[in-house]
């Protein structure tokens, strides 16, 4: 990849870290289609959830509430079978098509996580775990259906932020192994953790100024143009 490619690369990160610094998701919904349509593959997906685990791992510490571990129980098992199937549409699907079913799976979790008024019964974390475990494998943007769900706990805010971290963290400890990274300098990586900070740091302060509504508002908005935009980008890349 060349040093344009690098440099697009970074600006995703780091425009990905302020839209979930400033709502507390978002960072993947962002930065996939993105990346995907800039460098296609399940290494590149690997790259989005590493940095993704970085930033849940430093919001985690950060912010203050209650970690619901109980909803693992729920979660737990149906996540794992939703990795299971991710991992198989990775050897089934090819690599050509990926940059598009990234880019229509972050439009149709930001539709999930608009639309979708999960109850909060098994039923309906079973469901949200295998289809988080499953794109969130295959495309990076597994979020909204297990934010979806939490939210319908009506738990305070920041036990709903803590919970959903941890649940990020370990969908994104468990995909990186199956994914692998790319090889790219080293140089790359501290490029994009000082990106990330950077990012994340800008998103708390504006999450300081906005209200929760405008928040929420700022993210959709920049997730679906950044998803439009790959999607258009990688339908002209396969038709050219």
Known sequence: ????????????????????????????????????????????????????LLQNAWLLSREKGRIHWESFRVLGPSLAVGVAIGFGLLRLIPEQAMPIIVAVSSLASLAVLILWRASPGSVAGGIAGVWSGTINTYAGVGGPPVASYLISQGWPHGDFLRTLQIVFVGIDIVSLPILGLPAWPWWFYAVGVACLLLGTGVGSLLRRRLSQ???????????GVAAIVSLVYSIVGLVV
């Open 1 to 52: 990849m060349d040093a344009m490619g690098f440099a697009l690369v970074e600006v995703a990160i780091f425009v990905a870290a302020i839209v979930q610094g400033s709502s507390g998701l978002g960072f993947n919904l962002v930065s996939a289609p993105v990346i995907n349509a800039i460098s296609p593959g399940p290494q590149s997906v690997g790259l989005i959830n590493l940095f993704a």
């Open 213 to 223: 509504h405008q928040a929420t508002m700022l993210s959709r908005t920049v997730i």
